[in-house]
Nanobody, 123 residues
Framework: QEQLVESGGGSVQPGGSLRLSCVVS????????IGWLRQAPGKEPEAVAC????????TFLQSVEGRFTVSRDDAKKTVHLQMNSLKPEDTGVYYC????????????????RGQGTQVTVSS
């Protein structure tokens, strides 16, 4: 049973945009915060942004503020990460992850995680 399934990754040139989607199954969005983590090549995963069970949005990386935003479609049980003005340093595998109610900037705080989707930003 896959609880979180990501899609929407791909290759894009610097300055481009992508919208990642995370379909949530077997979990209740009004009881779970959904976060986006990314793992750059050769680095540990880091929390990027999150939406809490009550709909509060938090951005954890200063480098993506103003460029990335999280949204949620409750009817479709889907959480999106809209990424604009992409930079090569945004390259990595992006995962959505879930934990109870509140967002956390710590990747280890998330209990459930999807398989990830690759984002490559390159000219």
């Amino acid at each position: 049973q896959e609880q979180l399934v990501e899609s929407g990754g791909g290759s894009v040139q610097p300055g481009g945009s992508l919208r990642l989607s995370c379909v949530v199954s077997y979990l209740l969005l009004d009881r779970n915060a959904i976060g986006w983590l990314r793992q750059a090549p050769g680095k540990e995963p880091e929390a990027v942004a999150c939406i809490s069970s009550s709909g509060q949005i938090q951005t954890f990386l200063q480098s993506v503020e103003g460029r990335f935003t999280v949204s949620r479609d409750d009817a479709k049980k889907t959480v999106h990460l809209q990424m604009n003005s992409l930079k090569p340093e945004d390259t990595g595998v992006y995962y959505c992850a879930a934990r109870n109610y509140l967002c956390s900037p710590y990747r280890s705080a998330y209990v459930h995680r999807g398989q990830g989707t690759q984002v490559t930003v390159s000219s």
